[in-house]
């Protein structure tokens, strides 16, 4: 049974998202993280459960999910603190398939209009610098076979960035140790809680990144980077 089964829903409440921005922003700082903030004037009691309907703009149906408010700012107490009055509600039936669609969601909007993304990093936020070393060739093989080869990376990390940090990664070859930077950004993280309450052995906490702004030279040096002779199978102890 699940947790929606759960609950006793006791407000259903529609979000309509004025434009791409207004919706990455909610998602970069709240929703990846599994929460959101609704405004409001009338709030409900914290432990209400609500069904929620996240309308994206250019999209017809819209995103479902289930959450409970967690904390309220009543509207006297938002006027003492020049807040905006609402409910912070945690997302306690949010599936890994509804994670997925709006990241997919992102990445459509990137390549649509990639100027105004481009735009927003430049000002929003400055640049981690990470380096990533291969331990063996057969590490950086399911890397290559999982990540890489689609345009990106996922480096496992109890400490993982928000999604849409900037990172600056220096690829470093486990046998050459030839040395490669590229950027990339986090559109996926998987927290330790979130690793430990899937029961999921192949859930690993992390980040994954998408790298950004590849020229052909940093292609071709990625692509020299890989081209060594793996073996088809690697044989595994009992």
Sequence with gaps: MGKRELLRIQAEIEIH??????????????????GLFIKTTTPLPPQSALELKLFLPGEAQPV???????????????????????????LVDFK????????QYIEK?????????????????????MKVRFPDLT???????????QGGIFIPTNDPKPVGS?????????ESGEE???QGEVIRVVTEVEAREKHDRQL???????????????????????????????????
């Design 96 to 103: 890994e398939t509804t994670q997925k669609r709006l990241e």
């Design 17 to 34: 998202f004025r434009s791409f921005d207004q919706f990455y922003k909610e998602y970069t700082a709240n929703i990846s993280k599994g």
């Design 204 to 238: 690993t906490p992390g980040m994954g990144i998408k790298f950004i702004d590849l020229s052909e030279r940093q292609q071709q040096s990625l692509d020299r980077f890989l081209a060594v002779e793996y073996p088809v199978h690697f044989d595994k102890k009992p």
């Design 180 to 182: 490669i930077e590229v």
């Design 166 to 174: 900037v990172i600056s990664l220096t690829l470093i070859h486990p």
């Design 109 to 129: 909007r990137v390549r649509e209009n990639p100027a105004t993304v481009m735009e927003r990093r430049k000002h929003a936020r400055a640049v981690i610098r």
């Design 139 to 149: 590490t950086l093989l399911e890397n290559y076979a999982k990540d890489i080869s």
């Design 64 to 90: 479902s999910a289930v959450g409970e408010v967690v904390h309220v700012i009543d509207p006297a107490f938002a006027r003492e603190r020049g807040w905006d009055p609402g409910i912070g509600v945690h």
